[in-house]
């Protein structure tokens, strides 16, 4: 259900945003007079009667006062109190997932599924309404399906694009407010909501460092362009250099994240006689079927002499698998309620933009990563070492 302004009217909304963006953009301050019913009947081409709805309603919330004889003062400025932030507009905000990685395996447990699940859970909060763009979409169909969609919906939450940069102009070409998930690129400061996957990552290279881990092979898909995989992979070798280690770290790229794409790529390097004693993915599918690979050759995994694997997820299947795997935790639920959040201030912001957010990952020890680990409690102290140094 959309959000109006009580007791409005779509004219009412229109009419009533068009008055407090004239009121922003012409430098009023608390204490002015506005112009008289008449005239701004005739500045926004309506009837006295829809002006004097308008002017009844932010008289309502506190904007505006009357005095016999003198007329109608500012008595705060716009968007200053929630009800205005959600009021008006089409009520609806759409989603869009530019790479369409929805359920890469037989589980129904994905990276989208699971932030789309956070996005209606705070979407619901608010009576907003999602509109789900699940199409695969190229760069060059962006911009005509923004343009299909734009009057249709108040702004945009969308996944990554391989080419982020060109992505988030063609939001800015086509007006329409928007956030992204994940972090575009290094330069961008606004309009997205992001996991800590560089210090999740780092904690992961320190694991590796302390397990004295020789051969450190990197497990992802595409990395080029993909900043939140370009940051997993940097904090791996900061966390291993932090640590003093200068272990041999291997990167490889596979097409798909699927746990038969893991199982099929470890398996490649195993039978090459390459076998690394520590395996980091990017997703939790491929870190199973690496495990899969291990187990087929009768590696131990996640004991002395054998290999630890860790994944980047933090699907509820990880903690099931034989052995249970260690994960990067990244909240997934959290961020999709966050990017709501964040494009209900950014739709109602006088720049439409908000600074972008970055919440904390978690690292979460099981049986695919040595009990020593947890036994002495390493986990602990590390967390308070980065605490102490600002790590």
């Not at 309603?57 to 005095?67: F, V």
């Not at 037989?106 to 199409?135: F, K, P």
């Not at 996991?195 to 595409?222: D, H, P, W």
């Amino acid at each position: 259900m959309a959000l109006q302004i009580r007791n409005s009217t779509p004219l009412i909304d229109s009419v009533g945003k068009k008055i407090r963006d004239e009121i922003l953009s012409s430098g009023y301050s608390v204490g002015d007079k506005l112009p008289s019913v008449t005239e701004l009947a005739a500045q926004f081409s309506v009837s006295d009667k829809t002006i004097q709805r308008v002017l009844s309603i932010m008289k309502e919330d506190g904007m505006l006062s009357s005095h016999v004889g003198k007329g109608t003062f500012l008595e705060r400025l716009p968007y200053e109190t929630e009800d205005e932030q959600i009021g008006g507009g089409t009520g609806t905000i759409a989603v869009l997932d530019g790479q369409s990685e929805v359920d890469l395996t037989q589980h129904t447990e994905s990276w989208t599924t699971r932030i789309v699940h956070g996005m209606r859970i705070e979407a619901a909060e608010h009576g907003v309404d999602l509109l789900l763009v699940n199409e695969s979409l190229e760069l060059s169909s962006l911009s005509s399906k923004l343009m299909q969609i734009k009057d249709r919906v108040d702004g945009v939450i969308t996944f990554p694009f391989t080419d982020n940069y060109t992505m988030c102009n063609l939001f800015r070409e086509c007006g329409i407010p928007f956030t992204t998930i994940n972090r575009p690129c290094a330069n961008t400061m606004d309009n997205y909501v992001s996991a800590n996957y560089l210090e999740g990552s780092k904690m992961v290279g320190m694991l590796f460092a302390e397990i004295k881990c020789r051969k450190v092979l990197f497990v992802t898909t595409q990395i080029a362009g993909i900043f939140s995989k370009e940051l997993r992979y940097k904090g791996l070798l900061e966390g291993l250099r932090l640590s003093g280690s200068d272990s041999e770290v291997e990167i490889l790229i596979l097409d798909s994240a699927g746990d038969l794409n893991g199982y099929e790529a470890v398996n490649d390097v195993i039978k090459s006689g390459n076998v690394p004693d520590g395996i980091y993915c990017s997703g939790d599918y491929l870190a199973i079927g690496a495990m899969a690979a291990l187990k087929k050759h009768q590696i131990p995994i996640g004991v002395e002499g054998g290999t630890s694997v860790v994944g980047s997820s933090g699907f509820e299947l990880a903690a099931h698998v034989e052995p249970s795997l260690s994960v990067v935790q990244i909240p997934m639920v959290e961020m999709g309620k966050r990017a709501i959040k964040q494009m209900l201030e950014i739709k109602n912001s006088r720049s439409k933009t908000v600074p972008g957010e970055i919440i904390p990952t978690k690292l979460i020890l099981r049986k695919s990563t040595p009990a020593s680990l947890i036994e002495t409690g390493w986990l602990e102290r590390n967390i308070e070492y980065k605490t102490q140094i600002n790590f």
